[in-house]
Every structure is written in C-alpha cells, then in structure tokens.
Nanobody, 116 residues
Framework: QVQLVESGGGLVQAGGSLRLSCAASGRSFSGYDMGWFRQAPGKDREFVGRITWSLSTYYVDSVKGRFTISRVNAKNTMYLEMNSLKPEDTAVYYC??????????WGKGTLVTVSS
C-alpha cells in the first residue's frame, strides 16, 4: 500500500522556520516528481512547489527565496524547509507524488500555524 506521511508541522512565530518531511512507503518514488501543496482556512488548495526526479525545483512566487524543497531518494523522503515564515503561510501542508500529469498520491497533511 502506497503511503505519504507528512510531519514537522506546528506553531511558529512570524520570521521563524520549520522543516516539513514527507515519508513515502509502499514503493520507490525516486523516479517521480514530488510536490508540496497547502490549504489555508477557507481557501482552495494551492501549489507550493515541486522537485523533479532529476532534482530540479520549482516554486510559487509567494515562497521563492524563503522555501526550499529537497529529497533523499535513499530514504524515500522529501523535505520542505520554510524560513522567514509569515502569518499568510498558515495552512495545512500536503505532499504529493506525480505520475505524468496527475498528482495521484497524497498525504493527509500537517498543520503549520504562523503567529504574528
């Protein structure tokens, strides 16, 4: 059974940092793009960034320069390093795996709350 499990969320003050992890199990994800999404209260889920199988990274403009995605294929794990956090970064953060054009596997999310 394929599973993605996020961890590392919590409460942090504005300007602080957090590192989220996404641990995959059930198969190797080394050959697939993986990504982070987030959903703030009352808003639609939005794309945050992704890392390709070849380790290229792409980010939404609002997090560029503050967030960094990395992966350790040997551990089947992806990370989201978040710095200079803002209250508007408050959301449930989800990791996902991409197969072609479809994000087909999703975790259940981890809550990040940034206080002002």
């Amino acid at each position: 059974q394929v599973q993605l499990v996020e961890s590392g969320g919590g409460l942090v003050q504005a300007g602080g940092s957090l590192r989220l992890s996404c641990a995959a199990s059930g198969r190797s994800f080394s050959g697939y793009d993986m990504g982070w999404f987030r959903q703030a209260p009352g808003k639609d889920r939005e794309f945050v960034g992704r890392i390709t199988w070849s380790l290229s990274t792409y980010y939404v403009d609002s997090v560029k320069g503050r967030f960094t995605i990395s992966r350790v294929n040997a551990k089947n794990t992806m990370y989201l390093e978040m710095n200079s956090l803002k209250p508007e970064d408050t959301a449930v953060y989800y990791c996902a795996s991409k197969n072609g054009v479809t994000w087909n596997y999703w975790g259940k999310g981890t809550l990040v709350t940034v206080s002002s």
